[in-house]
């Protein structure tokens, strides 16, 4: 697509983490990601969502450059992003920010709100006076200026997290990844920050990558949604095309399992897909179809091959035999 | 949590440099309040403070504080040999006829200043190459950095520093460098253990991603989290010094005669156990008190430094 | 749920503050607090209102320095736990009332395998079990293993708490916690760290237990989908008081208190519909908190009397009571109907 901001090709990490027997010392490969492949348009709102062992963190900090990918490729306005391997370009990290997960862990408890916002400036910025630019970030996101000596454990989580997308924005980045920016939070807070993070989308024309596992709340947030499991992805589609016609068995478990606090909501809902077993661990993929073990709909041909991803319809693409020739 | 009200938008966006400067003022006291505040909960840590102040500003105006400072330097005066504590003499004197309260004064003086100056010239170098090895866990970095440490490590730290201060000249100088050889070590190892652990932190990657510099990392955001271990154990290390300081004199290889020293002054009057006993006991219980005060004010620090939980 | 039986656990007016620099924090502020035999009892507020230390003053595990109780009884089958000697609640620990906790990994011991974590829960809580051999204790141990439906006990026995996911975890700590029988059990956040088809199969799991042993279960949570599925009553706790109680499904049809309303609200919903503002300001300061309804200062609602008295409750109906002025009949203003979410 030609306003496509972020461009995923067959995108692939593996980890090394051992080595098994003395003699052969086969590798121990973790397949955090193996073999993604979707396009992020600008503006819009991509959600990720997927378990423990997934690969949806893996893929962000790939993008945002803690991790080299083992194979694929991974573009940016056109550029590649990992040309220059580990040490990527002031103005391309620039570009692309993460809120993390964890307030409590993403800011430095031994530096002051001033100095943890003054980093990115005085790196990016450094011709503005980072005092002037600190006191209008704080205000950007609704803070109060007193807060800029405070240190990071006497504010709450939520404003923490506020703190945190302020870091990110200060450098005034096309693309923001939020890594379950509130998934450590209330949801009386959630609201605050998630409505900050929309009005400043749109003030700023932000594309977000939107990690979380809250599907109430990427149903509420996201404009196209993509679900992972051991490394690969399930389903991709629009928002309501997602929640109303979910068509991979996995999408359809998670959706069912998730608790709601309406009778209405219930009926929104698919029908029970009782989950059985424990999530796999990326070491152990399965051959074929890596959901097999846990599939309802299990078929011979998704034990031995991996069905692609099959466009079902306008922007809907799904990963099942159930949709493939083989499968029929 | 501190409180603050909820502010409106509408309250003031530009902040002078001055109002900043003022509430930056204001938050510092604060947080001094709160840490003398968890400091002084332990009786124990302000008696270890007091006394280690108290000794301190003993041995920095030694030569007006001490009754008779000239006894600190070639003095006899066989007639008031081996006096008991009396008005005059609250320590006794010496063999010599030297006043053994102001020779203790002098001495812990040497003893303050060995542990100043070994500090001062282990922990720069120490912590410095803890930082480096540590964030650069698992490279050839940290492989050079650890093995050297490991080395000097393994050799008895007494033994090193008796070889090293028997080669070179017996002074307080050599017995200091003696002593700093064998010690930078430990930080290493400490820092070393503390830097690989906050270098997996969400706030280090933050930094990295944003492209901050290695010296950045280590120094502003690595290191501010390591300084209250680092505090600690300098306080405790002070003691440690001293002693070995103590040991070293006790051997010959410190401060040289006719200088006081406490680790000399207790050799010396070990042969005079148990009749004129207070010729080696004094220094001996100055030696403690010092270590002692030291100890509890590392504990202090310890609890002050503490994260702040209920 | 008879009203004529005694609860099983009864708090009343437990006050808890705590002292720390600058003055003293005043978290709990006269909490009441029912439990009945075999009933689930949800109890749903925002960190740091005061479920946990709720939970830890009920098994006297709170430190003792810097907390201090001023006023207050928790009653366990009649008798007063607050004033009991540590002899006699070591009978009611881990024997009448058990509990588990948030963080599964957290709770086990990650240098003893399981059997070694388990067995001595099993010897030493039931009496009878203190003679037995070695052998017959472990036969014991498998009994829990199999009925949290973990495969292969036996093994499992011997593993380390590394080798097991979170979820294999969680369901060793509930294992462990009704190993001994209790009557009242207390499940803190028990699904919040694992992943959301895991948390199904583990409260479900939480679910056919009790519902086998009838025992009594507090579940503290601060998801509200979690407490609609898994609760008979639900208690609504804020800033230290318990603001509403009703059976689950009139709570979720019909919330009566602002706040509970503003939670409500706050829940993004599958069906769509934005994002709700969530509710304005923070929770106050225990240090100096709001006089009179400790919720004043961020209510919809607020009148002048919520500035100078607490609410004390008000039944709405039998077994619906809300700690709001809007609700007291005595009062002019008709009570505000709540506009369901």
Redesign the interface.
Known sequence: MSDDILVVCDLKKHFVVGHLGLVNREPITVKAVDGVSFGVREGETLGLVGESGSGKSTIAYMTVGMYQPSSGAMSFKGRDLFVNGPKRPLALRKEIQIVFQDPGSSLNPRRTIQQILELPLRLHQPSKDPLEEVVRLLDMVELPPEYMQKYPQMLSGGEKQIVASARALATNPSLVILDEPTSALDVSVQGKIINLLIRLQREFNLTYLFITHDLSLMRNVASRVAIMYLGKICEIAETSEFFSRPQHPYTQMLLSSIPVVSEEEERARPAKVISTGEIPSPVNVPPGCSFHLRCPYVMEVCKQVDPGMISISEGHTVRCHLFTEAGQ | ????A??R?D?P???T?QQ?KQ??RE?RRENL??AW??FSRNVLSVVGLTTVVLLTLLAMFAPFVAPYPKHAGPFTDFANAKIPPSWEHPFGTDQIGRDILSRSIFGLGSSLLMGVVVLALVVPPGVLLGLVAGYFQGTWTDTLIMRTTDIFLAVPPLVLALAVASVLEPNLFNGMLAVSLMWWPWYTRLVYGLASVLRN???V????????STA?ILF??IL??T?SPIFTKMSLDMAWVIIIGSMLSFVGLGEQPPKPSLGTMVADGARYLPDQWWIAIFPALTIVVVVLGFNLLGDGLRDMLA??G? | MSAALSPLLEINELVVHFKVYGGVLKVLDGVQFKVYAGEKVGLVGETGCGKTTTMKAILRILPMPPAHLPRGEIFFKGEDLLKMRSSQLSRVRGRGISMIFQDPTAALNPVFTVGQQLEPVIRYALPANRNLSREQIRQKAVIPLKEVALADPERLLDSYPVQLSGGMRQRVCIGMALATDPELLIADEPGTSLDVTIQDQVLRLLHDLVENKSTSVILITHTLGVVRQMTDRVYVMYAGNMVEVAPTKKLFANPRHPYTQGLMQAVPKLTGGGIAAGIPGRLPSYLNPPTGCRFHTRCPHVMDICHREKPPFFKVEADHEVACFLYDQNAQAPPKEASPS
């Open positions: 949590m501190a409180e603050l909820d502010v938008r309250a966006t530009t902040f440099v900043i509430l930056q938050s309040g709160r505040y968890k932190e969400y706030f990657t933050a930094a990295e991603i944003t492209g901050a950045h502003r955001e501010p989290n300084l994260a702040e209920v």
